[in-house]
Every structure is written in structure tokens, then in C-alpha cells.
């Protein structure tokens, strides 16, 4: 059943779990985060990023897909499409797209500037009844073989964006997109720790899910984060059960591979890492 966010991550704050985000790049993804979702009667959150969205031949093309495939697989619990990272275009085109959620990313803008335009996309996505995630501080993470650390919000400027009427707020808190580097000092849980004081009821949100430890998921869930997104994993273990499929050299004697054959190991391996996560996260049963 396709919603916005807000409902499902109200629920979760006031419930003290938190709703898994998994990034979507192809059919088999959100097939595989679909059914697990419903096996488990977890809400969930189907994020979508700028490339992948260009990868799938546009954001029309993602939303009729989930919409039909929601209803094909007869889906009841609650899924929210949401834009992940987004800039102020890409927003825009996600609203006329029907995506039921976006993130306006404006992490990297001047202060005033992110809080100007963050406001007129949260009265735009209100209009059409989607719900809106905004970011202060930005998540660092790879870029060119580099990795950044991530950056710490700060909370008077987490309370001006939260008084914006956003539904849900990315702080930046030390967490990092992709791998965490063996120097990583870990989640700063006093930055969480006030921030939450200061935006109150308002549903925060983990960028960076993957490889942060289970006690400090734990924590930042009794912190108020009642978001986690998670993605590289999904990609690491889609990968190696591809590439063991294609070792283990079961092709169809000169005919190749059968698309569906190869691609399905990976695909059970993303739904067996998004039930860890669900459980992780304390979504089951939800629903
Ligand atoms: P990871 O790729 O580190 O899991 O982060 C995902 C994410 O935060 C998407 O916005």
C-alpha cells in the first residue's frame, strides 16, 4: 500500500524503532525489499537516488513500476517512495512523478539558503500530501577514492530546519555514506542527544546505515533516530552472490546465462539482509 512517511515514522518514534530505508536501483531490488517487507509486516521506505532514477529511465518510470508492482504482489504494507538526496530540480520532478515522499538534500548550501528553499518544497510536497525529509549537515562518504568524515550538524540550525514543518530530519552525527574507514570514531551520540532536544517529536534519520555497529544502531534508535537508510550493504551482498553464481559456472550449456537464474541468488540475498535489518531496526510487526 503506497503512503508517505509520515504516519509509519510518527508510529515509530512515539514506538521507539526505527523504519528501514532501502535504496532501489532495478526491478529485482524492489521486488526482493517488497516481499520481505510483507513477510515481516514491517512498514517500509524504497529510496530512490538521482542516478538511479536516471538509470531507470526517469522518476515516471520508477513510480509506475512500484505502483504496479505494489499492486501486482498485492501488498499491504504500508511503502512510502521516497526521493533520496535530492537536489531542488529533482524534487520538483519527483512531486509531478507521484512519489509519495522526497528528501531535499541542501546540506551543502549556505545555511539560509537551504532553509529558503527546503520551506518552499515543504509547502509543495504538503500540497500534494507527500511527506518531505530535509538534511543539515552533510553526510560525508566516498567521493573520488576519498573519504570524508562526516560532518556534525549543528542544533540551533536542525531546529530552524525542523520549524520548518518538515516531516522528518537528516542531522549529520559522524555517519558516512559506503564503508566506514578503521579510524572511524563512531556515532557522536551528544550531537544526536541535543538535537533531539531541540526538534522534539520530530522523526530523525541515519544516513549511512552500513557498517554501523548493532549497539550504536540501538542507541541512535533510543536517541530518536527513527530512520535508517541502508544501502552499500545491499549492494555487497547482491555482488558476491552474483559473482558466486557466475563462478560456480552454472550457465546453460552455450546458451549463457538465464537473466532471471543469474539474477536470482543476489535477489534472495537482499531480502535476506533487508529481514536482518527490519529485525535490526524492530520494524516487524509494524505494520
Ligand atoms: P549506505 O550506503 O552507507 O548504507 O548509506 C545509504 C544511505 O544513507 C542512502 O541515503
Given at each position: 500500500m503506497l503512503v508517505n512517511a509520515k504516519e509509519m515514522l510518527d508510529k515509530a518514534k512515539a514506538g521507539n524503532y526505527a523504519v528501514g530505508q532501502f535504496n532501489i536501483n532495478n526491478l529485482e531490488w524492489t521486488k526482493s525489499i517488497l516481499l520481505t517487507a510483507e513477510a515481516e509486516k514491517a512498514p517500509v521506505i524504497l529510496g530512490v537516488s538521482e542516478g538511479a532514477g536516471k538509470y531507470m529511465t526517469g522518476f515516471d518510470t520508477v513510480a509506475a513500476m512500484v505502483k504496479a508492482m505494489d499492486k501486482s504482489l498485492g501488498i499491504t504494507v504500508p511503502v512510502a517512495l521516497h526521493l533520496d538526496h535530492g537536489t531542488y530540480d529533482g524534487a520538483k520532478k519527483c512531486i509531478e512523478a507521484g512519489f509519495t515522499s522526497i528528501m531535499f538534500d541542501?546540506?551543502?548550501?549556505?545555511i539560509e539558503e537551504n532553509i529558503a528553499k527546503t520551506k518552499e518544497l515543504v509547502a509543495l510536497a504538503h500540497e500534494h500530501g507527500m511527506s518531505i525529509e530535509a538534511e543539515v549537515g552533510a553526510i560525508g562518504g566516498e567521493e573520488d577514492g576519498v573519504i570524508g568524515m562526516g560532518e556534525c550538524a549543528d542544533p540551533e540550525e536542525c531546529k530552524k530546519i525542523a520549524d520548518l514543518g518538515v516531516d522528518f530530519l537528516a542531522a549529520g552525527i559522524g555517519n558516512i555514506h559506503g564503508v566506514y574507514p578503521a579510524n572511524w570514531k563512531g556515532l557522536q551520540f551528544d550531537v544526536l542527544a541535543n538535537v533531539q532536544k531541540l526538534t522534539g517529536s520530530l522523526p530523525l534519520v541515519l544516513h549511512?546505515?552500513?557498517?554501523?555497529p548493532d549497539d550504536q544502531i540501538k542507541k541512535a534508535i533510543s536517541l530518536g533516530v527513527s530512520k535508517i537508510n541502508v544501502n552499500t550493504e545491499c549492494q555487497l551482498v547482491f555482488a558476491a552472490a552474483t559473482r558466486k553464481y557466475i563462478e560456480e559456472g552454472k550457465d546453460q550449456q552455450g546458451k549463457g546465462f538465464d537473466p532471471r537464474k543469474l539474477l536470482a541468488p543476489g535477489a534472495q540475498a537482499i531480502c535476506d539482509k533487508v529481514k536482518e535489518k527490519i529485525e535490526l531496526f524492530g520494524s516487524n510487526g509494524k505494520a
Open positions: 541542501g546540506s551543502s548550501l549556505p549511512g546505515g552500513t557498517g554501523i
